[in-house]
């Protein structure tokens, strides 16, 4: 029986709580990204499996409704659920995803993935899962200057990983946090709201309102007509609590604010930022394994798009005496896993092709 040809695809997917999003890309186009989707929640702990992969489907036929020859597949994204790719269209693919910590985790998903992408026994090595912390960290595979990363996550939720590079490959080294919104998830915009939140109750019982303007947005923002207590809102909780991240930072580092309103909400972001400092701190631990001078930081989540909040963080790790080689800011996770992906299937032709 002859072999099979396998396109020239490779297909990263980024799952978060919020959402998740999509890069297609070839080698044969220069590394060029070809199509991208996005679509709903893809945390597997929250959506659950078939949730996740109905979600990872829909943003996939998105994106490959965007490449030349796969344009009939823009009407299976409409489809709920979305069915299984009717034939292997990658050749590898990368699934980086909330809720995805350990292997039992791995183990758990993989049969759902392989259905979803036409992957069979003979298709071992084309599928990766794993925690979308790992696509942060694949940006330091293409930097020959360091031989570690460490990943912050800071979004809806939080966690940090650690990594020692092997070649085009990482080994994780070190797990911190992810435990969701109850146990954890310091520093996150859930949070930091809950921190707002608090704040105004605090303000509330003590009748004292010299922050007016975080005060009345906070309280206007988290309340309705009938029923104005932020404890009477039960549906969807922790994305309610998480939006008031936003009122902060535009109090934090916005313009035209008051300066009470100013103070107390950089003391928010200042109390909501430490305990990542505290998690990157535990991860670089006595340096024998991470040594920051040779070391990447690389950041992802929604609220490092904030610059303020990474000055602090920065500020404060340096107190510390922790300078990392370089600080990524990582806009576009899904693009760089799918560099990353192209890249190991690069060195591992050029190590097949020297020993041959």
């Known amino acids: ?142 930097m020959p200057e360091i031989d570690s ?40 915009a859930y949070s930091i709201g809950r921190l707002a939140i608090r704040f105004v109750l605090e303000d509330d019982d003590r009748r004292k309102s010299l922050a007016s303007s975080l005060v009345d947005k906070t309280y206007s923002d988290h309340s309705t007509s009938t029923a104005r207590s932020f404890t009477a809102a039960e549906a969807n909780r922790k994305v309610w609590i998480a939006e008031a991240a936003r009122v902060v930072f535009a109090h934090a580092f916005g313009d035209g604010i008051d300066e009470p309103s100013r103070i107390a909400a950089l003391a928010i972001v200042a109390d909501g930022v430490q305990p990542l400092v505290k998690l990157a701190a535990g991860l670089v631990g006595d340096r024998s394994v991470i040594s920051p001078s040779r070391s990447s930081l690389s950041l992802g989540g929604g609220l490092w798009k904030v610059p303020g909040y990474c000055e602090l963080l920065k500020r404060s790790l340096k107190e510390l005496g922790i300078v990392f080689a370089e600080i990524v800011v990582v806009g576009d996770a899904p693009e760089e896993g799918a560099r990353a992906l192209m890249a190991e299937e690069l060195a591992a032709k050029g190590m097949n092709g020297h020993h041959v």
């Open 1 to 142: 029986m002859p072999a099979r040809t396998m396109p020239e695809l490779f297909l990263c997917v980024d799952g978060g709580g919020t959402s998740v999003k999509v890069v297609i890309a070839s080698k044969l186009e220069g590394g060029q990204v070809l199509g991208r989707g996005a679509a709903g929640p893809c945390n597997v702990k929250t959506v659950g499996p078939m949730g996740a992969i109905t979600a990872i489907l829909q943003a996939t036929y998105k994106a490959l409704a965007q490449v030349d020859g796969f344009a009939g597949y823009e009407e299976q994204a409409n489809a709920l659920p979305p069915p299984p790719l009717d034939r292997p269209v990658f050749k590898k693919v990368w699934l980086g995803l909330a809720g995805v910590l350990h292997q039992a985790d791995i183990d758990d998903f993989t049969p759902f993935a392989q259905e979803a992408f036409h992957f069979g026994a003979e298709d071992q090595g084309a599928l990766r899962i794993t925690n979308d912390g790992h696509l942060l960290a694949s940006s330091c595979t293409l």
């Open 149 to 188: 990363t460490i990943v912050l996550i800071a979004g809806t939720g939080t966690v940090g990983l650690a990594f020692k590079k092997r070649g085009v490959e990482l080994d994780l080294v070190g797990v911190s946090g992810g435990w969701g919104y109850i146990l954890g998830d310091e520093g996150s």
